[in-house]
């Protein structure tokens, strides 16, 4: 079945400083890959969807990179604030038509001032 | 806001018991997915619904259930409820396609249960 690492639990950095998110798949081909945000208590919300042929996504200060030969996607946020501490959850379209999404167990980013 | 929303935001019962959760998709969306997250995990797929049709199914036991109806809204019906029920149910709309298919879904701020 479908496996979704994200690179760890916690990642701490300095105001101003490139956060990179890490999120590995495994046993699977998705079409596309997406990446949500979520504060505590509530739902996610999405952020960027990129999918198999796209190498690079852009939105603001967010960047998404998909690299299907190494099974990995790679999410940015430049010149983080501390008002992007949250926990970032990658998800791939799962193998039923994408009719469901499997998630990763999250990243919780604290963005320190 | 995404406006999905989602009752009741907080539900304590007893093993046992059997619990119902209410969800209203976005305007113009009919399809709606049901995930549960335990704490400090992913959301994992329950099932989803594309007009008034199951459409797909995780890994969960018969005893979870739903329903949408027709104006899309959804409920998701737990029975014989066990202490590892305890979660966060979220739902998630979005607009199907083919056989449902979807790229985005937007999700309600979920119903914290917790069973003791």
């Known amino acids: 079945s479908q496996k979704i690492e994200q690179n760890s639990e916690a990642l701490n950095i300095q105001e101003g400083k490139t956060a990179t998110l890490t999120c590995n798949y495994t046993?699977?081909?998705?079409?596309?890959l997406q990446w949500y945000r979520q504060d505590p208590g509530r739902g996610p919300v999405f952020l960027l969807l990129?999918?198999?042929?796209?190498k690079e996504k852009r939105k603001e200060r967010l960047k998404v990179t998909f690299d299907t030969t190494l099974k990995q996607s790679l999410f940015h946020i430049t010149a983080s604030q501390p008002a992007d501490s949250a926990t970032y959850l990658c998800?791939?379209?799962?193998?039923?038509?994408?009719?469901?999404?499997?998630f990763g167990p999250g990243t919780r980013l604290s963005v320190l001032p | 806001e995404t406006g999905v929303t989602q009752s009741p935001t907080h539900l304590i019962k007893t093993r046992g018991q059997q619990v119902t959760l209410r969800c209203s998709s976005q305007?113009?969306?009919?399809?709606v997915s049901w995930y549960q997250q335990a704490l400090g995990q992913g959301p994992q797929f329950i099932f989803q619904?594309?007009?008034?049709?199951?459409?797909g199914r995780g890994n969960f036991p018969p005893r979870f259930s739903g329903l949408q109806f027709p104006n899309y809204s959804s409920e998701l019906n737990v029975n014989a409820l066990e202490l590892d029920d305890s979660a966060l149910y979220l739902c998630?709309?979005?607009?199907?396609?083919?056989?449902?298919?979807?790229?985005?879904?937007?999700f309600g701020p979920g119903t914290r249960l917790t069973v003791l």
């Open positions: 990129i999918r198999e042929n796209e």
């Open positions: 998800a791939l379209d799962g193998d039923n038509y994408g009719q469901n999404f499997v």
């Open positions: 998630a709309s979005s607009s199907g396609g083919e056989r449902g298919h979807t790229d985005t879904q937007y």
């Open positions: 046993n699977y081909s998705p079409a596309y």
């Open positions: 305007s113009g969306h009919n399809t």
């Open positions: 619904y594309y007009r008034e049709e199951e459409n």
